[in-house]
């Protein structure tokens, strides 16, 4: 019974590709039990869009956040004697004021749950591009300790202001870090006095950490998060759910094969499989063991790892 809890589309996600039923039509295909989408939020500001959305505004952004929820519940219905679809959002914090939108959309839609994710650092992206990476180093003067330490203070104030139940790639930051960058990373005691406030916290509020494979095709040797924080994570009790992170059909359930030989190195035996919300009841998981998620998975060439 395989699963995704975070994933996109061409449709709605313009460095994705195909549409959200392509998407699920291959998730069917490889087996899976549950797949849920969560097309990122929309952003509030012209300055906060992509270079691929130079061609828009925040409130087209608006209106294709409605398409998707309304397309999403369509094949919800569509496909519920096939699969288990689950609806949902992944956040953009940017600035303190975002968190105000994603609380609206909270309240406008019924959504099943949020992916938390921060992709800026005092506004500037941080997973979009090396140079991108580098110019937010450059905002806090090259001081790799003061990005760290922004970038899991902007990750604290997002899971203190929402509480999101899927916390996604939690070490993202890393994504770009150079060597130089990755030694201050594992040594400064203020970086990971932040890290673990911030797994304290979601571990408090019955948060679940996903283990997300998209790091294997953006040329990690691990899924997100590295070992060190699954450690860290296992040791405060920490719950883990399942990410391909997909981008459209093609990536569907991809890498898995590694991500399940992450999963056994770093001791992890069971994960979360979500079960759809209704108004009055929130969404609930149980933790199923993971021989038992890939015990239906067929993969990309129909071959389970």
């Not at 609206?104 to 992916?115: G, Q, T």
């Not at 990536?251 to 079960?275: C, D, M, T």
Request: hydrophobic share 35%; proline share 4%; net charge negative.
């Amino acid at each position: 019974m395989p699963i995704s809890s975070h994933s996109h589309s061409g449709q709605f996600c313009l460095h994705a590709q195909g549409t959200l039923e392509q998407v699920i039509q291959e998730a069917i295909r490889q087996g899976f039990h549950t797949f849920s989408f969560t097309e990122h939020c929309p952003r509030k500001y012209t300055e906060d869009l992509y270079p691929e959305e130079s061609h828009l505004t925040p409130d087209d952004l608006l209106h294709t956040f409605d398409e998707y929820i309304r397309t999403a519940k369509q094949l919800r219905e569509k496909y519920a004697d096939k699969i288990q679809i689950l609806i949902g959002s992944e956040t953009e914090y940017i600035r303190p004021d975002s968190i105000d939108l994603l609380r609206k959309l909270v309240a406008k839609y019924d959504l099943d749950y949020l992916v938390g994710s921060v992709h800026h650092v005092n506004t500037i992206p941080i997973d979009f591009s090396v140079e991108l990476w580098h110019k937010a180093l450059e905002h806090v003067s090259g001081d790799y300790e003061k990005l760290f330490m922004d970038y899991f203070d902007h990750q604290y104030t997002l899971l203190a202001s929402l509480q999101p139940l899927v916390v996604a790639h939690f070490d993202l930051i890393c994504l770009y870090a150079n060597e130089e960058a990755m030694k201050v990373f594992t040594n400064s005691s203020k970086v990971w006095e932040a890290i673990e406030r911030n797994i304290k916290y979601v571990s408090s509020y019955g948060g679940v950490f996903e283990i997300n494979t998209s790091a294997f095709r953006k040329g990690w040797s691990v899924a997100y998060p590295k070992p060190q924080l699954i450690k860290l994570m296992q040791k405060h009790n920490g719950r883990f759910t399942l990410s391909d992170d997909s981008h459209g059909p093609h990536q569907v359930g991809l890498n898995y094969h590694r991500g399940k030989a992450y999963l056994e190195n770093e001791g992890i035996h069971a994960l979360a499989v979500f079960s759809r919300s209704s108004k009055e009841t929130p969404t609930t998981y149980q933790m199923i063991p993971v021989s038992q998620i890939w015990s239906t998975f067929v993969g990309k060439n129909g071959v389970s790892p």
